[in-house]
């Protein structure tokens, strides 16, 4: 199932997903299309996540579960460890709490002041896992920060992509429609305008098989509109008809090498295809 579904069961979001997959908490069958990963999760992915989320609100942390799902041996080690620190947290925020409710927050007239009268309760604290071992945030001389605007550039890109292959898919299939409608007004055969539909359709579906079929037939139909402008310089045809060939011939090529070749069309029809 796609992402879309696994979110709809779940109730996490996409964000969520992405980066519990990231930190290695499952792992989903991924194929690769034209540089694009494509996840697809099964049933037991989702009761991964499931457990995960559980965990998580439980206060677990990402290495705790990582190593419980790694090392089921070590899960009694894990809890212990878990449970030591859970009471050692409970008892100094209850002490914070119980000074807190004994301090004039009203009175304070900066953060050192603020520090002070916590003084005592945090010297016997440590500090947290982040801030002994920070993660700047640094890959290859790229902050965390740069990183984010990264991936969501590269989401954009994506999504223009896809938009451009979608617009393109749907003019190429309304295109074909309209010229079936316009071959039927002038032959009434209804048997080629219902498989030109039906075709269409299927092209903007995603359908993979159509999408070759066309190509070929817009490669038959430049080369007849190309033979047909030919004859025509050679015979007396009305000039509409031969613009009109010129414009079919030229449609023609374009459509079928799109089809071959354009990447927007490729991802288009892929997602359509796998979701």
Not at 98 to 107: A, E, H
Not at 136 to 161: H, M, P
Not at 209 to 231: D, E, K, N
Request: net charge neutral; charged share 25%; glycine share 4%.
């Amino acid at each position: 199932m796609k992402i879309k579904e696994v979110c709809s069961r779940t109730g996490l979001t996409e964000r969520t997903v992405r980066f519990y997959v990231e930190e290695g908490l499952l792992h989903p069958q991924t194929t690769v299309m034209n540089g694009r990963e494509y996840r697809d999760y099964a049933e037991q992915d989702l009761e991964r996540l499931e457990t995960v989320a559980e965990l998580r609100k439980l206060f677990f942390t990402i290495d705790e579960i990582r190593t419980m799902l790694s090392h089921p041996d070590r899960i009694e080690a894990v809890v212990a460890e878990y449970r030591v620190k859970l009471e050692s947290d409970t008892e100094a925020k209850s002490a914070i709490l119980k000074r807190l409710d004994g301090i004039s927050v009203s009175q304070l007239a900066d953060i050192a002041m603020l520090a002070a009268n916590l003084r005592d309760l945090s010297e016997n604290l440590r500090l947290p896992a982040r801030d002994i071992e920070p993660d700047f945030g640094r890959l290859d001389g790229i902050s965390k920060e740069e990183r984010e605007t990264e991936y969501q550039q590269y989401l954009l890109r994506q999504e223009r992509q896809f938009t451009r292959g979608k617009v393109t898919v749907i003019a190429i299939g309304s295109i074909n429609i309209l010229l079936s409608l316009f071959t039927f007004i002038n032959t009434f055969r209804i048997f080629p305008l219902i498989i030109s539909i039906v075709l269409s359709i299927a092209l903007i579906m995603g359908v993979v098989w159509v999408r070759y079929l066309f190509a070929a037939i817009l490669g038959l139909q430049a080369l007849s509109a190309f033979v047909l402008l030919f004859r025509s310089l050679a015979e007396a045809i009305p000039d509409w008809l031969s613009l009109i060939l010129l414009i079919q011939c030229v449609y023609s090529c374009w459509a079928c090498i799109t089809l071959f070749r354009s990447q927007a069309v490729k991802e288009f029809l892929y997602a359509q295809k796998n979701g």
